[in-house]
């Protein structure tokens, strides 16, 4: 999994039981998410479709150091989908533990907010993806009579 960013816990972030509020690791995610899911794409335009089933492993204090990291888990035609993990990490111990994670399904979409292919294509099962720019942005029904050709030299590139 790829760092993401990382983030310190405020007294300002604590909801009324003296932990980070739920909300708010969600929002972290979901921005640290949508940045690393444009990056792949090579697009600003690409919205949340789906967050999965989410569990709080464990509360987290104000003066805590949150490290978000991402991963690409599968890309379709117009959709890729990313698990995110936030963990809380002592520095001084060298030691993180989980506090959540979840999978985000994002859609890119054009100007008008329709959904349209991606413009790359990526290694399956979540390794790099490789921005190929060999299809314009166009509407999906276009874009689903083509196929999409995996990038030649993919493999040299894995990580
Ligand atoms: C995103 C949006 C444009 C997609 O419209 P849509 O009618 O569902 O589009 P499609 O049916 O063509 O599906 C688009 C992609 O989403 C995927 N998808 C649709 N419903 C899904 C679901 N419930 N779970 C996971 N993926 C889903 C489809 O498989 C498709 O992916 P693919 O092209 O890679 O195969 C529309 O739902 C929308 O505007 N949603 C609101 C987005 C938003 O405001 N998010 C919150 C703030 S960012």
Not at 9 to 26: A, E, K, P, Q, R
């Amino acid at each position: 999994m790829k760092l993401l960013t990382t983030r310190i816990c405020m007294y300002s972030d604590v909801g009324v039981h003296g932990s980070l509020f739920g909300g708010t690791i969600l929002a972290w995610l979901g921005e640290a998410g949508t940045a690393f899911a444009c990056e792949h794409c090579g697009s600003p335009r690409m919205v949340t479709k789906r967050i999965s089933e989410v569990v709080f492993e464990r509360s987290v204090k104000p003066g805590a150091i949150i490290q978000i990291y991402g991963k690409l888990v599968s890309v379709g035609t117009t959709s890729l989908s990313v698990h995110i993990e936030a963990h809380s990490r002592d520095p001084e111990a060298d030691r993180e533990e989980l506090v959540c994670k979840l999978e985000t399904v994002f859609v890119h979409v054009d100007g008008q907010g329709e959904p349209c292919a991606l413009r790359w294509t990526a290694h399956k099962h979540g390794a790099r993806a490789r921005r190929v720019a060999l299809v314009a942005p166009g509407p999906v029904s276009t874009f689903r009579a083509a196929r999409i050709h995996p990038a030649p030299d993919s493999s040299a590139t894995a990580s």
